[in-house]
């Protein structure tokens, strides 16, 4: 077990955006980093990413997506310290699909589970199409 000390969380250039794209292959992660979205990482000693996590940003909104991290690091807290870096980009307008058994910790930092009623069109047509490939997931927003 490491020390969350160790870590240094920070948000990627947009030329740094490839990085992330690597990191989600090396890992068989579904995420993918679009080169305008913000995407924020964890380094670890060794300035190597650990975790990775992006802001989709949408016509009406923005989707956080992609968070992942690296299976040898994971139960250590760094999506928390992720998502805490990356929380202030969020605002009212930012959502979130988390994997159903992932709600609590997604509440834990300040989402609320919401209906899919009076969504923007842009965050529910992901939505449908994730649930449609089989997801387990639920509709979140930040408040």
């Known amino acids: 077990m490491s020390n969350i000390q160790n870590f240094s969380a920070h948000w990627l250039s947009e030329t740094e955006i490839p990085l992330a794209n690597k990191f989600y292959r090396s890992h068989k992660f579904r995420g993918k980093a679009r080169r305008h979205d913000p995407c924020a990482v964890i380094k670890n000693a060794q300035q190597e990413i ?4 992006c802001l989709r940003l949408l016509t009406e909104g923005k989707l956080l997506a992609g968070v992942a991290v690296a299976p040898d ?11 805490s870096k990356m929380a202030k980009a969020f605002d009212n307008q930012t959502f979130t699909f988390p994997y159903r058994h992932l ?3 997604y509440q834990s930092l300040g989402f609320l589970e919401e209906d899919i009623g009076g969504q923007p069109s842009a965050i529910l047509d ?3 199409t ?14």
Request: hydrophobic share 40%; glycine share 12%; proline share 6%.
């Open 130 to 143: 994730y649930r449609r490939q089989g997801r387990d997931i639920v509709l979140m927003h930040y408040p």
């Open 50 to 53: 650990i975790a990775c996590g």
């Open 103 to 105: 709600v609590p910790f």
């Open 73 to 83: 690091y994971q139960g250590q807290g760094l999506a928390r310290l992720l998502l």
């Open 126 to 128: 992901r939505f449908h």
